[in-house]
């Protein structure tokens, strides 16, 4: 992993130059995510407590005539365009065109004239990491259109826009907690987010002052069939809810839990079960201690929120696992895997001085099982999308 870098926004200006000539109109910006706990709760319209990183995304964009939008992207090198036709309908631009695609198919959807526009991509959040490449570019993308064209659409309501690119267009079953992250997450702050109303609250997490960091560690262990198992994981938590008789699993109190565990038969089910829900009474507790400043003792409840992970819903690998173990070896006050799963990042939280001490055990224990060396990185809470200067 490449640590934040403050000239992304440079690259995407430079490229527009270089791409298409002259100034970009402006430059807009989405960070990728941790998420601090609460996995697997938000399309159980439970919560989560993510916060935005300092890696970013970044459009610099111009209108063009017509309906016409053109994109260029630093990763890959090559500019695509696509036209009205190619949006009117899902699945018409593929690969990463998509993402952009189906931001503007999302919003003419909702009804909005969106501008013809020039876009040049630049980006420092690592791709298939779990730490939202997708939202933040879906989110970078969303905010320079809406801009462009002088487009009314409150922040509130503009995570559930880009989700639908990602769900309808694109055709990943993600939910809320990415793109919600990505665009109203603010620094210094986690994100509380209550999936179901798509209420927040920004809740303090000052690393700095309570003498904390976040270690970031990328596992690099090849995604191994996530979006079948992402998938395969929303039908279990779907039949749960539905043996239950409630509309989501964000409805079994975690005082009816093992009453409700006692109504399934099966025993897959009823371990999907017993994550959702355990989880969700950890983003709380999380909440709740961090409300009250006690931000060391919010450790042990990451940690149980990776054993579930890997117990119950049983979507960790050993990279993964490796790298918590390592991590609360060595000192972490609390290691969790962050994301969707089956590979991707673990974040630990340490004292500020062990963050470098802690990164080196992580990487002695990859290196004793063979496995590729990890990224590690410390990270701060940091702004939601914005119009850069
Ligand atoms: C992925 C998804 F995109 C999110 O919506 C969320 O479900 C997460 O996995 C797991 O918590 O990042």
């Known amino acids: 992993m490449t640590n934040p870098s403050s000239d992304v926004a440079e690259r995407a200006a430079a490229g527009f130059s270089a791409q298409f000539g002259g100034q970009a109109a402006g430059r807009w910006a989405a960070p990728g995510r941790v998420n601090l706990i609460g996995e697997h709760t938000d399309y159980n319209d439970g919560f989560v407590l993510p916060f935005a990183l300092p890696m970013r995304t970044v459009a610099a964009a111009d209108r063009q005539d017509g309906e016409h ?21 899902p699945g018409r631009v593929t690969g990463w065109g998509a993402y952009v695609a189906g931001v503007v198919w999302a919003l003419r959807e909702a009804g909005h004239q969106v501008p013809g526009a020039r876009l040049a991509i630049a980006s420092d959040v690592p791709l298939g990491s779990g730490l939202s ?8 993308v969303l905010a320079a259109l809406l801009d462009l064209g002088g487009l009314e659409l409150a922040p509130a309501l503009q995570p559930r826009l880009a989700q639908r690119a990602e769900n ?84 079994v109190g975690i005082d009816q839990l093992d009453a409700a565990l006692a109504q399934l038969d099966d025993e897959e089910t009823r371990r999907r079960v017993r994550h959702v829900v355990t989880e969700d009474q950890r983003v709380l507790d999380t909440v709740a201690l961090l409300r009250a400043a006690r931000v060391r003792d919010i450790g042990p409840l990451l940690t149980a929120s990776h054993v579930s992970m ?78 850069l200067p």
């Not at 939008?69 to 309908?89: M, N, P, R």
């Not at 490449?133 to 970078?140: G, I, P, Q, R």
Request: proline share 4%.
């Open 69 to 89: 939008w053109t994109v260029w992207s630093e990763l890959s090198g090559e500019a695509i365009t696509f036209g009205a036709d190619d949006v009117a309908e």
């Open 133 to 140: 490449s997708s939202a933040a570019l879906e989110s970078a």
């Open 168 to 251: 309808v267009y694109v055709g990943a079953p993600t939910g809320i907690m990415d793109q919600s992250a990505s665009i109203r997450c603010r620094a210094g702050h986690a994100l509380f987010l209550d999936c179901r109303d798509e209420s927040v609250e920004h809740i303090p997490f000052d690393l700095e002052a309570a003498g904390l960091a976040v270690l970031v560690i990328d596992s690099r262990a090849p995604h191994r069939h996530a979006d079948g198992e992402y998938a395969a994981r929303r039908r279990s938590c779907e039949a749960g809810a539905s043996a239950l008789g409630v509309a989501a699993l964000r409805d």
């Open 310 to 387: 890997r117990d119950d819903f049983e979507i960790t690998v050993p990279e993964v696992d490796t790298a918590v173990e390592a991590a609360l070896a060595a000192g972490a006050l609390g290691a969790r895997m962050t994301g969707g799963g089956f590979g991707g990042c673990v974040l630990a939280l340490v004292e500020a001085d062990s963050a470098d001490a802690v990164a080196a055990a992580a990487t002695e224990a990859y290196a004793e099982r063979g496995f590729t060396a990890p990224g590690t990185v410390t990270v701060l809470p940091s702004p939601g999308a914005t119009r």
